[in-house]
């Protein structure tokens, strides 16, 4: 027997009566170096022309914003459920926010999605949030000051470290500290570093120690900075740059005694200074009155000479 023929039903035209509807506007999250944008409320497309396959389906979000580096995929055209995600790595530290336009689309009346419809325009607000990739850095490869002893200073100097992530939590520096131990100094939140006991020019001229820094996500700084501290000693009047031996041979004429030989007078006022040079070779003492200018001293037959400059 045979079978009747089979006869096309005359193609009724399927109806997309309806636009997909969305949220006016939603708001994401997405962690730096991530794809995934967790967005509130969640991505639906609803069509009333469901459950008409195409007409009440959704094929597609578009997103409208050649820089968004963003893409929404449909996840099931049946629920209209939708996703956002990264195009690439999204980076903080080179943009914190993105805003753009998102539409929803429907299959249209039949496959070719012809005579599609699209929902209305909502915006999508996107913020990227911070990873802490970067630890602090010094702003100058080693640090120097001086301090003159005897003196207790509140601040010697500031060192300063910088981090380049994108947050206050990760880029801000929220510790200093020195890592040289047992040392005269301590340093502040803020980088100043005082001394915490007088210093003596005689005991040491010269410290350096070593400063590290974290940064409020507690990344510490990959390289610690040196600081030198040189202590200048008080100053005091009176003859500076001389020896305290000359030798002198009797009979070779006049010699220079103190060729480096300065006068400190500390930027007071110093008119005269009396100066006594012993010669304990020959058994002399003598005593030279000085005018700042020409200082010349006899000491038994020879005779020296000192000059102030
Ligand atoms: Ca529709
Ligand atoms: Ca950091
Ligand atoms: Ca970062």
């Not at 030798?247 to 007078?265: A, I, N, R």
Request: charged content about 20%; glycine content about 8%.
């Amino acid at each position: 027997m045979l079978s009747p023929p089979l006869t096309l039903l005359p193609s009724v035209p399927a109806v997309n009566k309806h636009k997909p509807w969305i949220e006016t506007s939603y708001h994401g999250v997405i962690t730096e170096n991530t794809d995934v944008v967790l967005l509130d409320p969640p991505l639906v497309a609803l069509d009333k022309d469901a459950p008409i396959p195409y007409a009440g389906e959704i094929c597609a979000f578009n997103i409208h914003g050649l820089e968004a580096p963003f893409e929404a995929v449909v996840l099931n055209g049946t629920s209209g459920e939708g996703q956002l995600r990264a195009r690439g790595l999204v980076d903080c530290e080179l943009q914190k926010e993105y805003t753009f336009i998102i539409q929803a689309h429907d299959c249209g009346s039949g496959p070719g999605g012809t005579e599609g419809k699209k929902s209305h325009k909502a915006v999508v607000h996107i913020q990227v949030n911070d990873v802490n990739e970067f630890a602090p850095v010094f702003r100058e490869p080693q640090y120097r000051a001086a301090v003159t002893e005897g003196k207790i200073y509140d601040s010697i100097l500031q060192v300063e470290a910088t981090d380049q992530d994108c947050s206050p939590q990760y880029s801000q520096i929220c510790n200093y500290q020195i890592t040289t131990t047992s040392t005269p100094f301590a340093i502040d939140r803020n980088g100043n570093i005082r001394n915490t006991e007088k210093l003596s020019y005689d005991h040491q001229q010269q410290y350096e120690i070593l400063v590290t820094a974290w940064d409020c996500g507690q990344k510490r700084a990959l390289h610690s900075v040196p600081v030198r501290i040189d202590v200048k000693p008080v100053c005091k009047p009176g003859w500076q740059g001389w020896n305290k031996r000359v030798d002198y041979e009797p009979g070779t004429g006049s010699k220079q005694l103190f060729p480096k030989m300065h006068l400190e007078t500390c930027g007071g006022p110093l008119s005269s200074v009396r100066t006594t040079v012993d010669c304990s070779c020959c058994r002399f003492t003598c005593s030279i009155a000085s005018d700042l200018s020409e200082h010349a001293a006899s000491c038994g037959e020879q005779i020296i000479y000192m000059s102030a400059y």
